[in-house]
């Protein structure tokens, strides 16, 4: 068996399990040690380069986190809020490097990701593309520059699937832009607007998402004031570009101390 660190990847038939697997099987600075899938799904006990379509890989679709976490320098996952929450403590038990992209994670799931984090090596961001880090760190610096006469709305379009809203990246972008203007963004956000709204509130940060077909993420930062807008825009055209941060990541965080780190740090942004 090669000595290159063992990554895990769980929720592989999903659309960011699929690319991730792909790029990890034609990886020369990782290898494949497990896949992970949901109980009952049709994967489960079969080989994963079967499922996908190719010749046999060598490794067998599981639904027991326990035991592929135990062969994992490194788990990436991209599933579901509960899912990941279950999954953190497990790594952390594995000694395994985290690497969590599922968005739509509530105050009571992060509190228990920062738990598991005491004892383990922790990555998370709702966006791992170099491009949407870099729109993080415009963002703050335009917010930091330029004052309340300047409205702020982040407006974010997905493909028909997507399940949360607003998206990791526009709550990544809202949060850069709360930074720079110095104001937390719990007190200042405003999500939803539907009916009479009354008018919009000078120093507010606005939230707007749109679902369709298979747009894979696209995110627009709007300053808005009398007689002038900035926009600042991510499109991503293939997921491949979160796929190759989340491998970037996992292999960043081996021998780091415990803790949680985002893709700024992978990324020394
Ligand atoms: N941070 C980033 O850069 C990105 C984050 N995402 C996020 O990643 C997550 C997944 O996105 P997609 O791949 O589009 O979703 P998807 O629905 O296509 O895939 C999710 C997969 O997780 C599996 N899963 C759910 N619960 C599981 C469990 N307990 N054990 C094992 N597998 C389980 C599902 O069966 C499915 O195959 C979403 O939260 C999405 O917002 C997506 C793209 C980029
Ligand atoms: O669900 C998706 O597809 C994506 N989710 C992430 C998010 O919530 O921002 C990242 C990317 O935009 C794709």
Same mark, same amino acid.
């Given at each position: 068996?090669? /000595?290159?660190?063992?990554? %895990?990847?769980?929720? =592989?038939?999903?659309?960011?399990?699929?690319?991730?697997?792909?790029?990890?099987?034609?990886?020369?600075?990782?290898?494949? #040690?497990?896949?992970?899938?949901?109980?009952?799904?049709?994967?489960?006990?079969?080989?994963?380069?079967?499922?996908?379509?190719?010749?046999? *890989?060598?490794?067998?679709?599981?639904?027991?986190?326990?035991?592929? !976490?135990?062969?994992?320098?490194? =788990?990436?996952? !991209?599933?579901?809020?509960?899912?990941?929450?279950?999954?953190?403590?497990?790594?952390?038990?594995?000694?395994?490097?985290?690497?969590?992209?599922?968005?739509?994670?509530? *105050?009571?799931?992060?509190?228990?990701?920062?738990?598991?984090?005491?004892?383990?090596?922790?990555?998370? #961001?709702? $966006?791992?593309?170099?491009?949407? $880090?870099?729109? @993080?760190?415009?963002?703050?610096? =335009?917010?930091? *520059?330029?004052?309340? /006469?300047?409205?702020?709305?982040?407006?974010?379009?997905?493909?028909?699937?997507? @399940?949360?809203?607003?998206?990791?990246? *526009?709550?990544?972008?809202?949060?850069?832009?709360?930074?720079?203007?110095? @104001?937390?963004?719990?007190?200042?956000?405003?999500?939803?607007?539907?009916?009479?709204?009354?008018?919009?509130?000078?120093?507010?940060?606005? !939230?707007?998402?749109?679902?369709?077909?298979?747009?894979?993420?696209?995110?627009?930062?709007?300053?808005?004031?009398?007689?002038?807008?900035?926009?600042?825009?991510?499109?991503?055209?293939?997921?491949?570009? !979160?796929?190759?941060?989340?491998?970037?990541?996992?292999?960043?965080?081996?021998?780091?101390?415990?803790?949680?780190? $985002?893709?700024? /740090? %992978?990324?020394?942004?």
């Amino acid at each position: 068996m090669s /000595d290159l660190p063992g990554i %895990v990847i769980t929720g =592989v038939s999903g659309r960011m399990g699929r690319m991730l697997v792909g790029l990890a099987l034609a990886s020369d600075k990782l290898r494949l #040690a497990g896949c992970l899938e949901r109980a009952g799904h049709p994967w489960v006990g079969q080989d994963i380069g079967v499922c996908l379509g190719g010749q046999p *890989a060598g490794v067998l679709v599981s639904d027991d986190p326990v035991e592929v !976490f135990a062969k994992a320098q490194a =788990v990436i996952d !991209f599933t579901a809020p509960a899912a990941t929450v279950e999954f953190a403590a497990l790594a952390a038990q594995a000694r395994a490097v985290h690497v969590i992209g599922t968005t739509g994670l509530e *105050a009571a799931d992060l509190e228990k990701i920062a738990a598991a984090a005491r004892h383990a090596t922790i990555i998370r #961001a709702g $966006n791992m593309s170099l491009g949407v $880090n870099l729109l @993080v760190q415009l963002t703050k610096k =335009v917010a930091q *520059a330029l004052d309340a /006469d300047w409205d702020i709305e982040v407006i974010e379009a997905h493909h028909r699937h997507k @399940v949360d809203a607003p998206s990791g990246t *526009a709550l990544m972008l809202g949060e850069a832009a709360a930074e720079g203007r110095g @104001v937390a963004l719990g007190d200042v956000s405003d999500r939803g607007r539907d009916g009479i709204t009354g008018a919009r509130e000078r120093g507010h940060i606005g !939230f707007s998402a749109i679902r369709g077909g298979d747009i894979v993420g696209e995110h627009d930062v709007l300053f808005a004031t009398e007689g002038e807008r900035i926009v600042l825009r991510h499109l991503a055209t293939d997921r491949a570009v !979160f796929a190759r941060g989340a491998l970037k990541a996992a292999l960043w965080g081996q021998g780091k101390k415990p803790g949680e780190y $985002n893709m700024l /740090d %992978v990324l020394g942004l």
